[in-house]
């Protein structure tokens, strides 16, 4: 009995993502499963960071990076916010100093400008306008803003697959967050 | 002291799983072992892992082997009281435990199904092991084998009375206990004195009733209890019980806990029930953990952290790893989401648990994983996930 075991758990690596809003994290949580299990030896912790400053999104992050040793800490933003704009590197620093390596802004815009382009849809010009548009079109389909059951169906393996050939963000967010390497 | 245990085919333990509370390898100076019969034992050992993961049943199976061994003969169900996994007639359950009694090492396995035992066994260790007794079902005549081996020391031996009857469902020792077998009834007490809030159905609250018996009766614990806890922050002086008898027969009697507060050099008593669920938790716990310290047995916690704060939690860890209040080498087993206790201790004493996709509890220590060292913060690299066993929750 007291025989040492030759089997080795491994060691995963851990990222924690902090994403913006609520519509947000509920894709990224959707991407994590269709692309990480139990078994996957990187374990990601979607983290729904709130709204407000960007740095505000940053500071929650990094608070609860501060609380647990991940691997790894990134936060997702839109990119149509000004502060981003204006002072990206200074953000950016400052973000690293917190432990959180990277910030990904989604483009072009906003999250529902880069869904609708990942469904194929017509984009706008703004990220209201994006926000209306995704509304309308999917007014039918949805019960909530954004339920998971939704995004589910409306973004299926096969569909993000294919986008990701095209969509550099796409893929550069897959690689980036669900698998050990990077 | 327990060395070892194992299970498979018991509640959620599809696969044999092994915990270990002591291991080989040259004398630890942490301070965290005591060391005996040329092993390191562990003074505790976390259970940790997700709600659901299967924690509790590890120790029904423990608390259902000791309850096998010392008291199945009372039990006059015919079903042994526990599931195997998802009803699984499959294959048998196994359990198994090495542990020190009087001196020497020992190892009992039992194979059975819920009805039936196939094969029972102790062992004790010399060079090697060698059987004091096997029992074996034989399927053709319906009948068990009994062998025994004689040893040279009188204390160890086993004698099985010729008019006894060996149930299907009972093990040898307790229906050898029935007939003042000598060391079995030895053995039997040993068991007992395995202290905790878990039994064979899970996690069984401590009485207060109970408790309040046990202190009017021990006086010396009573003491250790009111001291300890007049030194943790609650507020409290000391604790005493009381014996009143009941009306109108006054035949009945109960047992009332109180506290002492001293505020502004003035005493007042108050009545345990109306002290806080922490307080009351911290009372009852030290009547299993106090006697363990003092006989140096074992204590099986399971939710070590219900109502504590986790300073608390971290204090009664604190209890059994040093020699001054635990000098007898007492073994705390618990189970605690607080889990502050896992930067106390070494990788060998931290048994992650999880389920996988069939709802199979699977158990390892991580000492079994690779590229861990115990002077990584353990506590920041589980809440992260680094080591698995942490639940899997998705966003509502």
Redesign the interface.
């Given at each position: 009995?007291?025989a040492?075991?030759n089997?080795?758990?491994?060691?995963?690596i851990?990222k924690?993502v902090g994403v913006e809003g609520e519509d947000g994290?509920?894709f990224i949580?959707h991407l994590k499963?269709l692309y990480t299990n139990?078994k996957s030896l990187v374990?990601v912790?979607?983290y729904?960071a709130g709204g407000g400053s960007v740095q505000d999104i940053i500071n929650r992050t990094a608070k609860k990076f501060a609380?647990?040793?991940?691997?790894q800490g990134f936060c997702i933003i839109d990119d149509d916010r000004d502060e981003w704009k204006r002072w990206q590197g200074k953000i950016k620093n400052d973000a690293t100093e917190k432990g959180i390596q990277e910030i990904i802004a989604l483009q072009p815009i906003c999250l529902e400008c880069f869904l609708l382009g990942l469904l194929n849809e017509k984009t706008c010009n703004s990220s209201k306008d994006c926000k209306s548009a995704f509304k309308r079109i999917f007014k039918t389909e949805r019960k909530v803003d954004f339920d998971?059951q939704f995004i589910a169906r409306r973004f299926p393996k096969q569909l993000i697959e294919q986008q990701r050939k095209k969509n550099q963000l796409l893929d550069y967010i897959i690689k980036t967050l669900f698998e050990r390497g990077i | 002291m327990l060395?070892?245990f194992?299970v498979k085919n018991f509640a959620s333990i599809k696969e044999k799983i092994?915990l270990?509370f002591?291991?080989?390898g040259k004398e630890e100076q942490s301070g965290l072992y005591f060391r005996e019969h040329d092993?390191n034992f562990s003074k505790a050992v976390l259970i940790a892992g997700g709600n659901g993961s299967g924690k509790t049943n590890i120790l029904k199976a423990l608390r259902f082997l000791i309850g096998f061994i010392s008291f199945s003969f009372y039990n006059k169900q015919p079903q042994l009281p526990y599931q195997t996994y998802f009803d699984d007639k499959s294959q048998l359950t196994e359990l198994?435990i090495?542990f020190v009694f009087e001196k020497h090492r020992y190892?009992y396995i039992l194979h059975c199904s819920p009805t039936t035992v196939f094969y029972e066994a102790l062992f004790i260790k010399k060079s090697s092991f060698n059987f004091i007794f096997k029992r074996t079902w034989d399927p053709q005549t319906e009948a068990y084998t009994i062998s025994k081996k004689n040893h040279s020391d009188p204390v160890i031996q086993f004698t099985w009375p010729r008019e006894a009857k060996l149930r299907n469902n009972a093990s040898l020792i307790s229906t050898a206990v029935q007939f003042n077998q000598d060391f079995s009834v030895r053995l039997k007490a040993y068991f007992e004195k395995y202290q905790g809030n878990v039994d064979f159905l899970g996690k069984v609250d401590f009485d207060l009733a109970d408790v309040s018996k046990f202190y009017f009766e021990n006086k010396d614990i009573k003491e250790q209890m009111s001291q300890l806890l007049s030194q943790l922050d609650l507020g409290l002086s000391a604790i005493d019980v009381v014996k009143l008898n009941t009306p109108p027969t006054e035949k009945q009697e109960v047992y009332i806990p109180y506290g002492t507060h001293i505020v502004a050099g003035k005493s007042f008593n108050l009545g345990l029930a109306v002290e806080s669920g922490g307080t009351r938790k911290l009372y009852t716990l030290c009547s299993a953990i106090l006697p363990a310290l003092i006989q140096g047995s074992v204590v099986i916690i399971d939710e070590l952290d219900a109502e504590l704060h986790p300073m608390m939690v971290e204090k009664i860890v604190q209890l059994f790893l040093s020699e001054r209040s635990n000098p007898h080498h007492a073994q705390l087993i618990f189970i605690s989401h607080c889990l502050q206790p896992l930067n106390m201790l070494d990788k060998e004493q931290i048994v992650l648990v999880?389920k996988?996709?069939t709802l199979n509890t699977s158990a390892?220590h991580l000492s079994?994983?690779?590229?861990?060292r115990n002077d990584?913060?353990f506590l920041?690299?589980?809440?992260?996930?680094?080591?698995?066993a942490?639940p899997?929750i998705?966003?509502i």
């Open positions: 009995m007291l040492k075991s089997y080795k758990h491994k060691s995963n851990t924690l994290p509920i949580e499963n139990r374990q912790t979607v729904p609380m647990a040793d991940y691997s998971n | 060395i070892s194992s092994t270990q002591a291991h080989m092993l198994e090495e190892r999880e996988d996709e390892w079994d994983t690779e590229d861990v990584q913060n920041k690299k589980y809440l992260s996930g680094t080591y698995g942490v899997h998705g966003l």
